[in-house]
């Protein structure tokens, strides 16, 4: 699968960062940019929050309305937003949501990672047995007819294709300089594969988790049961992704049985979940207590 750069969630809200500041700096309201374009001024507020893309038309009328006339500057945003105006991540469309396909865009030009996962080893660093067990067990394949098993066997074959293609990220130079996993004792203990009679998917899930130790890009922790009581407790899953770029606001990804959510602009939840993960970290344990805690599950496999 080809590798990300474009990113059009990403650019989009991106661009729209730099045309509110733009219109600040030409001290004008949104009012009064709508007035002056004849245009409704919920048009300029979805523009500025990036809920939509912007057409080449309108964003030469805001940059001259801006008198934003330099060439490379008109260029820059000109080519900004002609990538956010296309589709996110089309061809995954059949097998992941739209948030997520966004989610997917900013993880790949994110310059931090930081994720809690209570339940299960964390996407990034699953192998594909585990990740095979995982999505057969979510979609009760074993239930299934036989058109709709080899309907579901493909989805899955399309997703573990996903994960592969998002894993490139911790083997490769680019953004990404550190990737944070914070996971409770439980994601090791539960030997996934069990269901099946298959103790191995475990077995290599753990040995795969043994070698991110000495990992450039990964510090993986494990909040052990005798640490007792912990501030993750009763919370889904949650990613927090932060940017390369000052002006990009961190990211928050959550997913639990209910829904996704995906957010920018809610710095309140953001806070929470940033202080959450440091509370988290500080009292996981990673390293070598780390590499005998799975040595020990491994022993009894």
Known sequence: ??????????????????????????????????????????????????????????????????????????????????????????????????????????????????SYEPFYVPGLLQTARYRRAVLSNDYRLSSLGKVERAEVEKK?????????????????????AKAHFVVDESVIRRTIGAEVGDTGVMREQLELLKSFRDHPKVDLRVIRFSRGAHTGMGSSSYVLLEFPDVDDAPLLYEENATGELTTREDEGRIKVASSSFESLQSVASGGAELESLLDEVLAVL
């Open 1 to 114: 699968m080809e590798h990300l750069v474009e990113a059009p969630a990403y650019q989009r809200k991106r661009l729209s960062r730099r045309l509110t500041r733009a219109r600040r700096t030409a001290r004008l309201t949104q009012q009064q940019v709508a007035a002056s374009l004849r245009w409704s001024q919920s048009k300029v507020t979805r523009i500025e929050s990036g809920d939509v893309g912007v057409s080449h038309t309108d964003l030469l009328a805001l940059l001259t309305l801006y008198e934003l006339v330099n060439d490379g500057v008109v260029q820059e945003l000109t080519q900004m937003a002609d990538i956010a105006r296309r589709p996110s991540l089309p061809q995954m469309s059949d097998v992941h949501s739209k948030a997520f396909r966004e989610y997917l865009e900013n993880e790949q030009v994110a310059q931090t990672l930081h």
């Open 156 to 176: 899955i074959d399309q997703k573990i294709e996903v994960m592969r293609w998002r894993q490139q990220i911790l083997q490769k130079d680019g953004s990404l």
